[in-house]
């Protein structure tokens, strides 16, 4: 229906345009304007999560990348939101990396040199690497050196060897061989697995839950492992401040909902970026207060999940467009049967709730920047999770909740 999509494409254009980070944070600066809310809020790793922000932290914000490096749009197209840059790097045009990839190749090998990183970004895409775990690898690497359980010439705070390391990783030529089996396969060989920075195999993305509890819990259960798009808590803890991050309250009802509302988002291939306009407007600037919305989410989510409806743009983008109308409860239900599906998959390989854990670093050190000890109180959460999602204390999906969602008879 070409007239109805027209219509809700006007609307949620209007959304992005009045959304503070979708319309000027995100445009002007990209991804990148997140580092100053991780670095001021102790959240940004900093020498494989030894440490949660840097005083040098500044020079890999979008602020300063902006202005020094002459950066421009560079975006998918169309978009609206335009998060994508290049910048003149030495003179040379290359992608403004993203945050992920400042905050994994930079900060957490406590390097802050934007021409060396935007170089390994560009050789990681060449070498079709992800930039996050091949920065949660190296910084593996560089504290085992530290530790005397491997022999590299890699340093925190030095690029010298990044490049070559790289390389070595990409064509499997010597150390590299075992560097490109990532954290968790190097800490097994050569022990260290209280530092290897990942969950389920996958290097954990620039959010240090120790700030983000919720963050936390989603790395922990996530269905692929470390990665911060499965429930985005750190949005809701960290950027938009409507939840306390350093509490467990609410987090494991939060996290299951966003779970199951971006297998949605995802599923529709839209970007996941707009749901900063088209979820948070719903309730934030023009219905209700900052603090009402905080207190609703922290101490009534059944409430707010029942009166707000988060999903109106993408259900009537989705009807528009196939002509098949969803309620909310049917798109919630949707996102339920995907996360659960994977959740079943995984379980049957046996990936069950021993592997929703964290990497003992996140459970057991505090950091330098914390005030008061502090460590991600993972137990705390992780039961209420299972039993709000319907999973056994074993972590695996009940025969009723398959049986609901129609996935298995
Ligand atoms: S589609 Fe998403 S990732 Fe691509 S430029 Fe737009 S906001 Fe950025």
């Given at each position: 229906d070409p007239e109805s999509f027209d219509r809700i494409k006007k609307i949620a254009t209007d959304y992005i345009n009045r959304n503070p980070w979708t319309s000027q944070a995100q445009r002007k600066y990209g991804t990148l304007s997140i580092v100053n809310i991780t670095r001021?809020?102790?959240?940004?790793?900093?020498?494989?999560?030894?440490?949660?922000?840097?005083?040098?932290?500044?020079?890999?914000?979008?602020?300063a990348i902006?202005?020094?490096?002459?950066?421009?749009?560079?975006?998918?197209?169309?978009?609206?939101?335009?998060?994508?840059?290049?910048?003149?790097?030495?003179g040379e045009e290359m992608p403004v990396p993203e945050y992920e990839t400042v905050g994994l190749l930079g900060s957490n090998l406590d390097i802050y040199d934007p021409v060396a990183i935007a170089r390994w970004n560009r050789l990681?895409?060449?070498?079709?690497m992800d930039t996050i775990s091949a920065g949660g690898t190296l910084g593996w690497v560089m504290e085992a050196t530290e530790k005397g359980l491997v022999k590299t010439n890699l340093k925190f705070g030095s690029p010298d060897g990044v490049e070559e390391a790289l390389l070595d990783i990409a064509h499997c030529r010597g150390f590299g061989a075992d560097m490109a089996m990532g954290s968790?396969?190097?800490?097994?060989?050569?022990?260290?697995?209280?530092?290897a920075m990942h969950v389920k195999g996958m290097?954990?993305?620039?959010?240090?839950?120790?700030?983000s509890f919720g963050q936390g819990l989603s790395y922990a259960v996530a269905n692929r492992g470390g990665c911060h798009l499965s429930a985005t808590m750190m949005v809701m803890e960290n950027f938009m401040c409507f939840l306390a991050p350093h509490t467990t309250m609410s987090k494991a009802r939060w996290t299951a909902f966003f779970e199951n509302m971006w297998c949605c988002v995802n599923s529709l291939h839209t970007c996941l970026f707009t749901s900063f306009a088209y979820t948070t407007e719903l309730t934030i600037p023009r219905f209700s207060s900052w603090i009402s919305t905080l207190i609703g989410m922290q101490f009534m989510p059944g409430i707010l999940m029942a009166a707000v409806d988060f999903s109106v743009i993408y259900r009537k983008m989705w009807q528009a467009v196939t002509g098949i109308s969803i309620s909310k409860s049917e798109f919630m239900r949707a996102g339920?049967?995907?996360?659960?599906?994977?959740?079943?998959?995984?379980?049957?390989?046996?990936?069950?709730?021993?592997?929703?854990?964290?990497?003992?670093?996140l459970l057991t050190e505090s950091r330098r920047c914390d005030k008061k000890n502090r460590t991600v109180p993972l137990d705390k959460m992780i039961a209420k999770y299972y039993r709000i999602r319907g999973f056994t204390p074993d972590g695996r999906p009940k025969p009723s909740l398959l049986k609901k969602l129609g996935i298995a008879a």
């Open positions: 001021t809020s102790g959240i940004l790793p900093v020498r494989n999560f030894q440490d949660g922000t840097s005083d040098n932290a500044y020079k890999i914000t979008g602020e902006s202005e020094k490096y002459d950066t421009r749009h560079h975006t998918c197209k169309p978009c609206t939101i335009l998060c994508g840059k290049k910048g003149k790097f030495d990681c895409g060449d070498m079709g968790k396969g190097l800490s097994e060989k050569y022990g260290g697995t209280e530092f290097e954990l993305s620039a959010y240090d839950p120790r700030g339920e049967r995907i996360h659960v599906l994977e959740r079943y998959m995984n379980t049957r390989m046996g990936v069950t709730a021993g592997k929703d854990t964290l990497p003992a670093r």
